[in-house]
C-alpha cells in the first residue's frame, strides 16, 4: 500500500516535471516540500492532494507568490489550477476546469478555516484536486517528524 502510493506519487512528481520542462517561460516554480527543514520559517503550509498527498507549499513570511499544478487527466487533457499563496493564507486564482467552483471558493487563512464551509480546503472535484491549509504542527505531525 505505501509501495503503491509512492509509486503514484513518483508519477505525478515525473508528470509535474515533464509538464514544467515543456513550458517556455523560465518562471521558478516552488517545488512541493516532502520534508520540513528547521530552517524553514515558514507557520503554515497548503498540502496538495491530487487525490494522494503530493506535498506542502509553504506560506510566504513576506511577499507573495502562485503555484501552477498541471496534471494529465486520464482523457488526456491537461488540468490547470493556480494556488495563489500570501503571509496569511491561499485561494484558487485560476483553473481550467468546468465550472471553477474552485476558483470562486474564496481565501483560506489561518483565522477562517474553522468558520469556512468547506474548512481549511479548496476543492477542484473536476481535477480531484484539494488544497488545504494546515499549521506547520500539523504538517510534521502528517509527515511523521
Ligand atoms: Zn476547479
Redesign the pocket.
Known sequence: MVQKAAAILMIIILTLTAGMAGRQENEKEQPFLVQITEDDPSIAYVLVRMPNPVGLLPLPTEGEYTRTIRQIMPDGSEAV?VLHLTPEGFW?EA?????????GEGMVTLENREERVLWNMV?????Q?VAELITREEALAMIGQ
Open positions: 489550477n484558487m483553473a481550467n476546469c468546468k465550472g471553477q467552483d474552485c476558483v476543492v477542484c472535484l473536476p481535477h484536486l
